[in-house]
C-alpha cells in the first residue's frame, strides 16, 4: 500500500531559487510592509501600488525556476502519493512537476474580480486599474490577503487527516490557518521538518533537519528510500 506524503511549503523552499521570504529580512518583503502590501485595506489605501508589487513579483516568475528541492518532492511522487499543500503563490511545485498542489494562499499567475473569491482567470501579465471581467468589475491578483478566507483549508485538512508522513518545508510556521495544519495529521503520521533556522521546539517533528530546503531535501530522500 503506497504511503501518503503531505508536505506544508513556505517561502523557504523558493529561497534558493532567488525569491524573497517574507520574514528573513526584518518583516519586510521586497521593502514593502506586509501590511501594505498584502492586505484588503492596503488595495484599498493604495490600489495601483499594490497591483504593481504582485506585477513586480509575477514577472520575476520568468526570471526564476525550480531548485533541486522542488524536484526531488516531485521525485518522491515515484515512491509516495504526495500532496503539496503551499503557502506560496509562485508556481515553482508545478514547474518543479510536483501534480498534486493546493494553493492556500492563492497564485500570483491568476487573477478575479474584486467581488468574488472564486471566479479566477488566468492571468500571466501585468494587472493594472481598468482591467476588468467580463461583466466589468476590476480585476485583482487571486491572492489571498492578510485577514481573508482561506477557501482551501477545508480541503488541506481532509489530506492532512489522513497524511502517513507530513513534512514541513521552508515555513515560520507564523501564519493562520496554515501553520494549524499540523494539528490535523494522525497519531501514527511522522514529521520531519525542513528550516535552517527554525527553533527546533517550535515544531513537534519526528525528524529535525536544520538545514536549507535542497541539502534537506536530499538527506529527506536518503532516510525515506533507506
Ligand atoms: N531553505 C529552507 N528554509 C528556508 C531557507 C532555505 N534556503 N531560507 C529561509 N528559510 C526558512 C526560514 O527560516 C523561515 O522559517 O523559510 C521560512 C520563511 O518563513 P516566512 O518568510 O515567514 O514565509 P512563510 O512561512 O511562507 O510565510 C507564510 O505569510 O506573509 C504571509 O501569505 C504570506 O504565505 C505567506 C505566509
Not at 37 to 66: I, W
Not at 103 to 125: C, F, M, Q, Y
Not at 204 to 223: N, V
Request: glycine share 6%.
Amino acid at each position: 500500500m503506497i504511503k501518503k506524503l503531505v508536505v506544508l511549503s513556505g517561502a523557504g523552499i523558493s529561497a534558493e531559487s532567488g525569491v524573497k521570504t517574507f520574514r528573513d529580512s526584518n518583516g519586510l518583503w521586497e521593502n514593502h510592509r506586509i501590511e501594505d502590501v498584502a492586505s484588503p485595506e492596503g488595495f484599498q489605501r493604495n490600489p495601483q501600488m499594490v497591483l504593481d508589487f504582485y506585477n513586480a513579483r509575477r514577472k520575476q516568475l520568468q526570471e526564476v525556476k525550480p531548485n533541486e528541492a522542488h524536484l526531488l518532492l516531485a521525485k518522491l511522487e515515484e515512491y509516495f502519493e504526495v500532496h503539496i499543500i503551499t503557502q506560496n503563490v509562485d508556481d515553482l511545485h508545478e514547474r518543479g512537476g510536483s501534480s498534486r498542489i493546493i494553493h492556500l494562499h492563492g497564485e500570483l499567475k491568476k487573477a478575479r474580480p474584486i467581488d468574488s473569491e472564486s471566479e479566477t482567470i488566468v492571468w500571466e501579465n501585468d494587472l493594472n486599474l481598468g482591467d476588468l471581467n467580463s461583466k466589468g468589475v476590476q480585476l485583482r491578483p487571486h491572492i489571498v490577503w492578510f485577514g481573508e478566507m482561506v477557501p482551501e483549508m477545508d480541503q488541506a485538512v481532509k489530506i492532512a487527516e489522513t497524511a502517513d508522513i507530513f513534512l514541513v518545508i521552508g515555513t515560520s510556521m507564523q501564519v493562520y490557518p496554515a501553520a494549524s495544519l499540523i494539528q490535523f495529521i494522525p497519531d501514527h503520521c511522522e514529521v520531519f521538518v525542513i528550516d535552517p533556522n527554525l527553533d527546533q521546539n517550535f515544531v513537534a517533528a519526528d525528524h529535525f533537519l536544520k538545514t536549507s530546503a535542497t541539502d534537506g531535501m536530499r538527506k529527506l530522500i536518503e532516510i525515506l528510500l533507506k
